[in-house]
């Protein structure tokens, strides 16, 4: 069976740092990232990262968070800094998988981020 489960989120103050952590099983990974969704909002891309190690991430989050992967772990990471309230939402975990040839993706549960002092 194919999953992602992500775990990291909390409540932090701004200014301050979190890392997400997504662990993929069941499949073989390719591309792989964070998206986010706040209340009210449609969710949006966060940061994505190839296979090739070719990352791209949202203007307004370029600068403070940084995606990386572990291909040994099945696991992509994405470090949160000088964190602000706009940054409250749930962030998920999206991974696209191949199985028998035909490509797949697959989205967590997701995981909590609040930013509040």
């Known amino acids: 069976q194919v999953q992602v489960v992500e775990s990291g989120g909390g409540l932090v103050q701004p200014g301050g740092s979190l890392r997400l952590s997504c662990v993929a099983s069941?499949?073989?990974?390719?591309?792989m990232g964070w998206y986010r969704q706040a209340p009210g909002k449609q969710r949006e891309l966060v940061a994505t990262?190839?296979?090739?190690?070719?990352?791209n991430y949202a203007d307004s989050v370029k600068g403070r968070f940084t995606i990386s992967r572990d291909d040994a772990k099945n696991t992509v990471y994405l470090q949160m800094n000088s964190l602000k309230p706009e940054d409250t939402a749930v962030y998920y975990c999206?991974?696209?998988?191949?199985?028998?040839?035909?490509?797949?993706?697959?989205w967590g549960q997701g995981t909590q981020v609040t930013v509040s002092s």
């Open positions: 999206n991974a696209d998988y191949e199985i028998l040839g035909d490509f797949f993706d697959i």
């Open positions: 069941g499949g073989n990974f390719y591309a």
């Open positions: 990262i190839s296979a090739g190690r070719s990352i």
